[in-house]
C-alpha cells in the first residue's frame, strides 16, 4: 500500500508562485508513475501533470505548459509539482495520484491506484 500525502496550498495572488509536494509513504514509490490531478468546484477533475518512475518522462497539460514544472526525488519519496504565473482559472483542489501504468496513460479514467487527499490552491488578488 502507498499512502500519498499533498501538501504547499494556499492562497495566491494572481502572477504568483506555490510549491506542492506530494510525500509518499508505506510502499515504495520508485515503482510508481506520479500524476498531479486538480479539480475545481462544478467542474470535472483535469489531469495536468504526470512524471515517470525514473523522472525522465514528464507530461503536461495544455493548460499549464510552461508555467508548472513536475519533479520527484525517490530517495525522499517526494514528487513536486512547481506553479509560476499562477492564474485564478488554475483555482482548485490539487491531488497527486500514484499508478503503475505509464505516463502515456494518466488522463485514461481509472489511472491512479492511489491518491491522496488534495490540497487547495486558491488564487484570487
Known amino acids: 500500500q502507498l499512502q500519498l500525502v499533498e501538501s504547499g496550498g494556499g492562497l495566491v495572488q494572481p502572477g504568483g508562485s506555490l510549491r506542492l509536494s506530494c510525500a509518499a509513504s508505506g510502499s515504495s514509490v520508485d515503482y510508481h508513475n506520479i500524476g498531479w490531478f486538480r479539480q475545481a468546484p462544478g467542474k470535472e477533475r483535469e489531469g495536468i501533470s504526470c512524471?515517470?518512475?525514473?523522472?525522465?518522462?514528464?507530461n503536461y497539460a495544455d493548460s499549464v505548459e510552461g508555467r508548472f514544472t513536475i519533479s520527484r526525488d525517490n530517495a525522499k519519496s517526494t514528487v513536486d509539482l512547481q506553479m509560476n504565473s499562477l492564474r485564478p482559472e488554475d483555482t482548485a483542489v490539487y491531488y497527486c495520484a500514484a499508478d503503475q501504468s505509464p505516463c502515456y496513460d494518466y488522463l485514461r479514467a481509472g489511472w491512479g491506484d492511489y491518491w491522496g487527499q488534495g490540497t487547495q490552491v486558491t488564487v484570487s488578488s
Open positions: 512524471i515517470g518512475r525514473r523522472g525522465g518522462i514528464t
